[in-house]
């Protein structure tokens, strides 16, 4: 019985450890928005290259694969655009079909969330 409400307690708080985590807080760190930049205006429903570089001291804890998140409201919602993209500084994204002067996107490792870089804010039109 102790060792069952051990583990419980070890769920538990791992799971709320992670909520602490989200990455809606935190400050970047280890990654650059180079494209798109603050006050750009990205052509609605065309391909667009998302691009990025990274200054991480550490390769082995910022991992090989990033996810990358749009939001069209200046940053109070985000949606996935894609996960396992590779670190290598660049992805092709489709744009949404949608009208917003206050869009930005975000770049961040899969294998730990603290680093991240979110770009200023655009216009897609």
Known sequence: MKKKMILVLFILTTFLFSLS???GDMPDKGITI???KAGDIVPAGSPYAIQWKTEVPDEQAFGAMLTIEFS???GKTWQQVEENVPKDGKYSW???KI???QCKVRVFSQRSVEYRGTSGVFAVK
């Open 34 to 36: 180079l494209n798109p």
């Open 99 to 101: 009208d917003s002067a």
């Open 21 to 23: 985590c989200s990455t």
């Open 94 to 96: 489709q744009v949404p």
């Open 72 to 74: 069209k409201d200046g």
